[in-house]
Antibody
Framework: QVQLQESGPGLVKPSETLSLTCAVS?????????WGWIRQPPGKGLEWIGSIYYSGSTFYNPSLKSRVTISVDTSKNQFSLKLSSVTAADTALYYC????????????????WGQGTLVTVSS | QSVLTQPPSVSGAPGQRVTVSCSGS?????????IHWYQQLPGTAPKLLIY???NRPSGVPDRFSGSKSGTSASLAITGLQPEDEADYYCQSYDSSLSGYVFGTGTKVAVL
């Protein structure tokens, strides 16, 4: 079955760049679908960070856009997140997810999620 | 700060019917964008519960149902079960923010 697995450092220093990778198994990332990143601060709600199409087309949460870069590596069947100039407010569980839907991307939902990885921003 | 507002908590006894509301605006639900619902059991990743306003993915019990009207949407759980105790989130697209938005989340407690 299709599985998503996040990986990356669990601790990042303030002002540095957070880097995470989402490895996809059981499905070719270059077939179709958008792929997204969502985060959840401890004890709080969900926030969409951004999404990428297998071709490399991206769109980001405007509130994070200046600091976010999402890329895809079809040869490794994975996609990645970089968030620069992090602060304690970026401490969260970071999830990668597959998007699905009919019609345009604005109608998408997140049908498969990784287990999430906790990233703490602290010196 | 989310643009989709949900009640912080709802509760019910086993077997009862509970509803979770999701209130939006003319730039998201009211603009015709679909609502999707997720269930997050304690310590786990969110799981898709309802998509496209009222459709259930394979494997989701039919006691879960969704509806949308105007600038609001609702998730109903009929015949509440102990295993339904979880956090529930609505999600849509917002044209003013040009991106996906999630609701504030609702904790459903089974008494």
């Amino acid at each position: 079955q299709v599985q998503l697995q996040e990986s990356g450092p669990g601790l990042v220093k303030p002002s540095e760049t957070l880097s995470l990778t989402c490895a996809v198994s059981g499905y070719s990332i270059s077939t179709t679908y958008y792929w997204g990143w969502i985060r959840q601060p401890p004890g709080k709600g969900l926030e969409w960070i951004g999404s990428i199409y297998y071709s490399g087309s991206t769109f980001y949460n405007p509130s994070l856009k200046s600091r976010v870069t999402i890329s895809v590596d079809t040869s490794k069947n994975q996609f990645s997140l970089k968030l620069s100039s992090v602060t304690a407010a970026d401490t969260a569980l970071y999830y990668c997810a597959r998007q699905s839907g009919s019609g345009t991307v604005v109608r998408n939902w997140f049908d498969l999620w990784g287990q999430g990885t906790l990233v703490t921003v602290s010196s | 700060q989310s643009v989709l507002t949900q009640p912080p908590s709802v509760s019910g006894a086993p077997g009862q019917r509970v509803t979770v509301s999701c209130s939006g605006s003319s730039s998201n639900i009211g603009a015709g964008y679909d609502i999707h619902w997720y269930q997050q059991l304690p310590g786990t990743a969110p799981k898709l519960l309802i998509y496209g306003n009222g459709n259930r993915p394979s494997g989701v019990p039919d006691r879960f149902s969704g509806s949308k009207s105007g600038t609001s949407a609702s998730l109903a759980i009929t015949g509440l079960q102990p295993e339904d105790e979880a956090d529930y989130y609505c999600q849509s697209y917002d044209s003013s923010l040009s991106g996906y938005v999630f609701g504030t989340g609702t904790k459903v407690a089974v008494l």
